[in-house]
Each structure stands twice: as C-alpha cells, then as structure tokens.
C-alpha cells in the first residue's frame, strides 16, 4: 500500500515538469505539442481497465501458456492388425490467455462435455455468458482442424471426449475507495481446452443410471465392507 501511495506521489511530480518542458519550448513548436496525458502516466505505475491490454503485452510477452495438450496431436500410432477394431480419430485444442475466470469458464465447458459438435453449437448460441462464445470458436477451430489435418471425412460425424479449463495468468490491480483507500482487484485469465472424437457420443457420458434396486444393493455391499478401527 505504501509503494502504491509512493508511486502516485511521483505522478503528481512528474506532472508539472512535463508542462514546464514544454513552456520551455521553441515558439513554433508550442502550439503542436500537446501535454503528457494522463493515461501515459497512469500505465507505468498502475493497472487499471484501460491499460489491461498494455500490461498484458508488456508484461505476459514469454508466457506462451501450456503446450502439452497440442502435442498430442503430432502422436503417431503403430499399424493396426487386420482384426482389430479401427482406431477412432481424434484431434486437440486449445485457446489460452481468455479474459475470463476460469470459475465461470467451468460450468460452459462441463455443460457441452459429452455432445455432439453439432448439439454443442447449437446448445452454445443460447448460453448467455460471455465465455461462452470463446468456447464455440474454439471448438469451430478444432473442427476445422480434424477435417483439414487428421482426415476426418465428414465434419459432423465428431463429439466432445474432453472439455475443461486451466487457470491462466491473473493481474493484480488497485481499486479506489473513499477516504483515501484502496482495494485489491485481480484480473483472471483462463485456458479453454477441447478434444473432439471421431463416431458417435455415448449414452451416458459419465454413469449409467441406477435403480433403487441396484442403488440398495451398492449401499449394502458399502455397509457390508466396512472395516472397524482398532480391530481384529
């Protein structure tokens, strides 16, 4: 707090001296030189909302956010035997550094895990969150990708195996208060991560379905298995 307080000393300093400099001038070039503005000043010291796109060129300029997950589109497999079952295509994407929290980037990308790309499209223009429209784009991208690169004859023949997020970079701000004080603010960034399957998705994505019967007889199994502490 007392380096931010520091900081904003300087820009109060720093100000009048830009305009001396400019009263010191030649008389011919007063009148097109304007005076520093303040934005300028302001994005060297602190983050706000309008130099968040300044600071995350400046500062996220190595950051290349994770590469793995691409990787596994260069995998080569070994020949398959004539009676074995055909390998089902599959390709990877991603798109990292979204401007968006990863917590609310959760609920669209479970949300579509298990559907057809189509029924994901389609399910997506009705979805009114903002990360919800990164997510479509990616996934078009990814289409594109497995009819262009990985031979996938037909485009809708392709579901979603695996949608998650990865937290990405998060920038950490000053929010003003009244009195003279300040706030934190964070501004997150999140990773969006897709894997399209060639065939048809299945019923059940996650767990078939029980009824009371089997769920009694799980339960009981579960009591049955038990093991006392401290026992023989």
Known sequence: MHKVIR????????APQGAA?????EASRS???SPVSPPALQSKSLHTAASAGMLCAKWNKYNYGPRKWLEYNKTVHPPQET???????????????????????????AFVRGMSVDEALKQLNFVLKKGATDVKETILEAQ????????????????????????????????????????KVEY???????????GEPPQHYYQEPQTPEQQYESWMQQMRSRKIINSL
């Open 21 to 25: 400099l400019l009263r010191s001038g």
């Open 83 to 109: 009676d074995e079952e055909p390998r089902k295509a599959y390709v990877c994407h991603m798109r990292n550094n979204i401007k968006y929290s990863p917590d609310k980037m959760w609920y669209i990308a």
């Open 144 to 183: 594109q990708m497995a009819v262009e690169r990985h031979n996938v004859e037909y485009k809708s023949n392709l579901w979603i195996a695996e949608s998650f997020v990865g937290k990405g970079r998060v920038f950490k701000g000053v929010r003003r208060h009244a009195r003279g004080r300040f706030g």
């Open 7 to 14: 900081q904003m000393s300087q820009l109060r300093l720093q």
């Open 188 to 198: 997150k960034h999140c990773h969006y991560f897709v894997r399209l399957e060639e």
């Open 31 to 33: 009148t097109a030189i």
